[in-house]
């Protein structure tokens, strides 16, 4: 059986020149890719070392065949990224996409292109982050104090009393609500306001003091709101309103 060593080498020394260069962002941090049943992970570290681990991933469930670990040097100047261990140098062309993804030529990529997307560290790990969200029962105290908070201003703009039907996401100080807003009355709203106020809508407060403060709501019917919230308010937190 081909071992991950031989497929780690083939992987390497696969990378063409073909690929346009673009600013590199920074290179240090830990990088990730997949091919074939392979996972890769590739840690660059600011004094010039790498550490590379190798192990099979997809479709390999049972197989006893170990991670492999390996650690080298690397350089980036312009488009070329040089690697070398174990007395060899590898040189390939690298082209960024952004601050957290660069693809690499490689005939064991998905059209002949690898790519490696950077683990970006968290203060509070996604998965734990993610168990803190909570959404308040109807009825519930809290819950009615969000509603109320967003009732006012949102009253204001329809020019008549309204009522919110959707869902509440709690993550510490913060809340979301998303949703759609209808008169309390029944009644169709004013036609200056109706296209808008039929569209998504998108809450986010944060309590102050012991209460529930809107900091900003909107309507759209795609994706402006996001990110016009969190243009206004980068503080948001990752697990309630993701960056886009």
Same mark, same amino acid.
């Given at each position: 059986?081909?071992?991950?060593?031989?497929?780690?080498?083939?992987?390497?020394?696969?990378?063409?020149?073909?690929?346009?260069? =673009? /600013?590199?962002?920074?290179?240090?941090?830990?990088?990730?890719?997949?091919?074939?049943? *392979?996972?890769?992970?590739?840690?660059?570290?600011?004094?010039?070392?790498?550490?590379?681990?190798?192990?099979?991933?997809?479709? /390999? /469930?049972?197989?006893?065949?170990?991670?492999?670990?390996?650690?080298?040097?690397?350089?980036?100047?312009?488009?070329?990224?040089?690697?070398?261990?174990?007395?060899?140098? %590898?040189?390939?062309?690298?082209?960024?996409?952004?601050?957290?993804?660069?693809?690499?030529?490689?005939?064991?990529?998905?059209?002949?292109?690898?790519? =490696?997307?950077?683990?970006?560290?968290?203060?509070?790990?996604?998965? !734990?982050?993610?168990?803190? %969200? =909570?959404?308040?029962?109807?009825?519930?105290?809290?819950?009615?104090?969000?509603?109320?908070?967003?009732?006012?201003?949102?009253?204001?703009?329809?020019?008549?009393? %309204?009522?919110?039907?959707?869902?509440?996401?709690?993550?510490?100080?913060?809340?979301?609500?998303?949703?759609?807003? /209808?008169?309390?009355?029944? !009644?169709?709203?004013?036609? #200056?306001?109706? #296209?808008?106020?039929?569209?998504?809508?998108?809450?986010?407060?944060?309590?102050?003091?012991?209460?529930? !403060?809107?900091? *900003?709501?909107?309507?759209?019917? #795609?994706?402006?709101?996001?990110?016009?919230?969190?243009?206004?308010?980068?503080?948001?937190?990752?697990?309630?309103?993701?960056?886009?």
């Amino acid at each position: 059986m081909t071992n991950i060593r031989s497929i780690m080498c083939a992987f390497v020394a696969a990378g063409v020149s073909c690929l346009s260069a =673009h /600013a590199a962002p920074g290179l240090v941090g830990e990088w990730v890719t997949s091919y074939g049943r *392979y996972l890769e992970s590739t840690t660059y570290h600011a004094d010039g070392t790498f550490v590379r681990v190798t192990e099979i991933g997809r479709g /390999a /469930a049972g197989s006893d065949e170990p991670a492999v670990e390996e650690t080298g040097s690397w350089t980036l100047a312009g488009d070329e990224l040089a690697r070398t261990w174990n007395d060899r140098t %590898v040189t390939s062309k690298v082209r960024f996409v952004s601050a957290t993804s660069f693809e690499e030529e490689s005939r064991l990529g998905d059209g002949g292109v690898l790519v =490696h997307d950077k683990v970006e560290p968290a203060d509070v790990p996604v998965k !734990q982050a993610a168990a803190m %969200v =909570h959404e308040p029962k109807p009825g519930s105290a809290e819950r009615k104090a969000i509603m109320d908070s967003m009732r006012v201003p949102v009253s204001k703009v329809a020019g008549t009393d %309204v009522l919110f039907t959707g869902s509440v996401a709690v993550f510490e100080d913060w809340a979301k609500f998303d949703g759609s807003v /209808a008169a309390k009355n029944g !009644q169709p709203f004013a036609e #200056d306001v109706a #296209d808008e106020l039929e569209l998504d809508f998108l809450a986010i407060l944060r309590k102050v003091d012991g209460k529930w !403060q809107t900091l *900003y709501y909107g309507w759209s019917g #795609d994706i402006g709101t996001r990110i016009e919230a969190r243009e206004k308010h980068p503080a948001i937190p990752e697990v309630l309103l993701p960056e886009l």
